[in-house]
C-alpha cells in the first residue's frame, strides 16, 4: 500500500495544522507590527511576491526530489522530459492561482481578526462541498451534513456578535474570489483524479502547481510593472527591495511552510471520501489554526485578542472535527459486526 494511503487521513490533517499554524502567526505579524525601515508594518503585496516566488522554487525542488513529476503527464524538451497540465488540471491551476492571491491577503486586513476572515472563507468552501458531491453523484453522509451544519452555526454565531460583515471592499473581493477559485478546483478535483489511486494524487500535485505557481507571480509582476496605484508600488517593493531587507528570513519561513501545507492539502483533498467529509476536516484544521495564532499574537505581541463569539465558533469547529473521525468509524465497525454474525 502507498505511504499516503496507509497514513491516516486524520494523521495528515495534523500535520497541515502544524505547518499551517506557524504561517499564520508570521504572515499576520510582518504586517502588524511596524517594519524598522519603513516605519509601517508591510502590506499583503508588500510580502506576496517574494512568498510566491520562494515558494514556486521550493515547489520545484520538492516535485523533483520526490520523484512525483514521474506520474504527471509530460512533453520532451532538449531531451528531457517536462511535466504539463491536462486542460482540466490547467483550469485548476487557474483556481488555484486564486487561491494562492487570496489567502495570505486574508491575513493582512486592518481591523479583521484572523478567525473572523477565516470563518467566511472556509464556512462559504464547505457550503460547496456537499454540492459538488451532489453534482457528481457521489454519496452524502449523514455526518458530513451535521459537520456542515455545525461550521453554519458557527458563522451565524459571529456574524451576529460583529453585526454583519463590516468589511472593506477589497476583503469581500477576496473572499469572493477565493471561493471561487475552490469551486473550481474542487470541480476538477472531482473530474479527474478524486479516487483510489496514490498517483493520482501525485500526478495532480504537479500538473496543477507547474501551472498556478508561475501564473501567480506573472500577474503579480503584470500588476507592478503596470505602475497603476498604491498597489503597484506596494509589489515594487515586494519584486525587488524585499531581497536585500532582513524580512526576508521570515518570507523564506512563510513560503517554507506554505509548501508543506500545498502537499499535504492535496492528499486530503483528493482522498476517496466525499468531498463533504474531507473539505471540512481541512477547512476546520486551517481554521483551528487560526484562532490559536490569533491568542499567540496576543499574548506575545498585543495584537487584538479574539471575541468570546470567534472562541465558542471555534468550540463548535472542534465539535465538528470530533464529529467527521469519529462517526465514520463507528459505521465502519458496526458494519463489520453485522457482517460477522
Not at 63 to 69: K, L, M, P, Q, T
Not at 269 to 291: K, Q, T, W
Request: aromatic share 10%; net charge positive; charged share 15%.
Amino acid at each position: 500500500m502507498s505511504p499516503i494511503r496507509r497514513f491516516p487521513l486524520e494523521g495528515w490533517v495534523f500535520l497541515y495544522f502544524l505547518f499551517y499554524l506557524p504561517n499564520v502567526i508570521v504572515t499576520k505579524l510582518i504586517t502588524s507590527v511596524p517594519h524598522e525601515t519603513l516605519g509601517r508594518p508591510l502590506t499583503g503585496l508588500e510580502t506576496l511576491p517574494a512568498t510566491l516566488i520562494i515558494n514556486t522554487v521550493m515547489t520545484y525542488l520538492f516535485i523533483w526530489w520526490s520523484g512525483w513529476h514521474r506520474d504527471a503527464h509530460g512533453i520532451r524538451i532538449l531531451g528531457r522530459r517536462i511535466p504539463v497540465p491536462t486542460r482540466y488540471t490547467l483550469l485548476s491551476g487557474v483556481g488555484t492561482a486564486m487561491i494562492l492571491f487570496t489567502v495570505p491577503l486574508s491575513y493582512t486586513f486592518a481591523g479583521v481578526s484572523i478567525p473572523f476572515i477565516q470563518l467566511l472563507m472556509r464556512g462559504d468552501i464547505l457550503l460547496i462541498a456537499p454540492i459538488i458531491d451532489l453534482l457528481f453523484g457521489r454519496k452524502v453522509h449523514w455526518w458530513s451534513w451535521a459537520a456542515l451544519a455545525m461550521v453554519a452555526g458557527a458563522l451565524v454565531v459571529t456574524l451576529s456578535d460583529r453585526g454583519g460583515l463590516n468589511l472593506p471592499p477589497l476583503a469581500i473581493l477576496t473572499v469572493i474570489v477565493y471561493t471561487a477559485g475552490y469551486f473550481l478546483r474542487l470541480a476538477v478535483m472531482n473530474r479527474v483524479s478524486k479516487g483510489q489511486d496514490p498517483a493520482a494524487v501525485r500526478r495532480y500535485f504537479v500538473e496543477e502547481k507547474v501551472f498556478a505557481l508561475p501564473l501567480s507571480v506573472a500577474a503579480l509582476a503584470a500588476i507592478s510593472a503596470s505602475g497603476f496605484g498604491t498597489q503597484a508600488g506596494e509589489l515594487g517593493f515586494g519584486f525587488i527591495h524585499v531581497w536585500t531587507d532582513p524580512v526576508i528570513v521570515w518570507l523564506v519561513l512563510i513560503a517554507g511552510t506554505l509548501t508543506f501545507v500545498s502537499v499535504f492539502s492535496i492528499i486530503i483533498l483528493l482522498d476517496p471520501h466525499e468531498n463533504a467529509y474531507c473539505v471540512p476536516l481541512e477547512r476546520a484544521s486551517s481554521l483551528l489554526a487560526g484562532i490559536i495564532a490569533a491568542y499567540v499574537l496576543a499574548a506575545g505581541w498585543g495584537l487584538q485578542m479574539p471575541r468570546m463569539a470567534e472562541l465558542i465558533g471555534a468550540i463548535i469547529l472542534i465539535s465538528a472535527i470530533v464529529l467527521l473521525s469519529v462517526a465514520p468509524r463507528l459505521r465502519k465497525s458496526r458494519a463489520a459486526a453485522r457482517a460477522e454474525t
